[in-house]
């Protein structure tokens, strides 16, 4: 099927409901064109096949967790090759998504997600203990992985390809500030993780075992680094077929000082039905892991589901803005002096070392 333009005059922004819903849900799972490029689908597995990973090789690993500095093995991006077939997202959607009115008030819905991004000149973290907490505690969750994060942590990443209670977004190639690309950079970091998560995916459909799920042809959702965008680069992503997911409330994790009592304390007070959090499983939430064995069951207590970005999506009205920020308007402004070294233009002055939302 060749890519679908979709309206986007005014009279389209009384999209209602329903509408919406059908869209999250088409894009998701859109067909490809032969002509384009050819996407492994998967096959019936024998019922004898093992599964594709045991519990063991599952386990996270406490030396998996810190990032190493100076390891530039992953830094040179993958040849660009055609993608997965999408529709550009429509009007009614457009703009950075922050959380979600639900239809049905009596149900307290909200997705919590992780980032787990990779910058030029290192080789982010796995945080096996958030990932083993959500899997042994049955918590739906949607992880934001950028590119080279899934290249650099292969096996790691198809593993979260087979777990049916994650559902993976797109947070850019190498976690570069966005408001300052433009052009091919611009592309590359957007349309970089979706090659890296096709090749993934073909590597894991090709294993002779039997798949736990069934990971879509194409990524859905976009995460900006930092939080921080520009209309260029915010359309850019929306004319990807890409929702741009930003959140409503932030633990606050790549903090040192950001205690887990303090996250904890942080999620309960301020979660509230259609919330979307953020937190980070690369190895910089500090204290996230001490902090979901404390707030997951009290959020639980208090009648909260925990779903998926998508379902959370596909449950009521999203709340969009124009601009992208962390908690108030202006706020992720700021990183565009931040590792301005990492971008394509020149730093304009010095910038803060604390790791960035």
């Known amino acids: 099927m060749q890519s679908r333009h979709v309206r986007t005059d005014r009279h389209s922004s009384r999209m209602n409901l329903s509408r919406a819903s059908r869209w999250i849900w088409a894009a998701a799972t859109v067909t490809v064109a032969a002509t384009r490029i050819a996407v492994p689908t998967l096959a019936e597995p024998a019922a004898d096949m093992p599964a594709c990973f045991s519990a063991a090789a599952l386990a996270g690993k406490p030396e998996e967790k810190a990032p190493q500095k100076g390891v530039h093995t992953y830094d040179q991006m993958p040849k660009r090759t055609p993608v ?181 304390n942080g999620m309960i007070r301020e979660t509230t039905p259609g919330s979307i959090l953020i937190a980070h499983a690369n190895g910089r939430g500090w204290h996230t892991a001490d902090a979901l064995p404390i707030a997951i069951p009290k959020l639980r207590a208090m009648g909260f589901e925990f779903v998926t970005v998508s379902e959370l999506l596909a449950s009521g009205k999203p709340e969009t803005v124009e601009r992208c920020y962390n908690m108030h308007p202006g706020d992720t402004d700021k990183y565009d002096h931040f590792h301005a070294s990492l971008t394509s233009k020149p730093a304009r002055s010095a910038g803060s070392k604390e790791a960035p939302q």
């Open 84 to 264: 997965a077939s999408f529709m550009p997202v429509p009007y009614g959607l457009r703009g950075a998504i922050r959380r979600v009115a639900l239809a049905d008030p009596s149900r307290k819905l909200v997705a919590l997600t992780f980032d787990m991004c990779e910058q030029p000149g290192e080789r982010a973290g796995y945080d096996g203990a958030i990932i083993d907490y959500l899997r042994r505690e049955n918590v739906k969750a949607t992880l934001f992985v950028g590119g080279k994060w899934m290249r650099s942590h292969a096996e790691r990443f198809e593993q979260l390809l087979d777990s049916p209670q994650f559902e993976i977004g797109n947070h850019s190639e190498a976690h570069r500030n966005l408001r300052l690309l433009d052009g091919q950079p611009l592309a590359d970091e957007i349309e970089g993780p979706q090659r890296a998560y096709e090749a993934a995916r073909a590597s894991l459909l090709a294993r002779q075992c039997r798949p736990a799920a069934q990971p879509p042809e194409r990524l859905g959702l976009f995460r900006f680094p930092y939080g921080a965008c520009n209309p260029q680069s915010l359309a850019a992503v929306n004319d990807a077929g890409l929702l741009a997911i930003q959140w409503d409330h932030s633990t606050g994790d790549p903090s040192p000082g950001q205690s887990a009592k303090a996250i904890a």
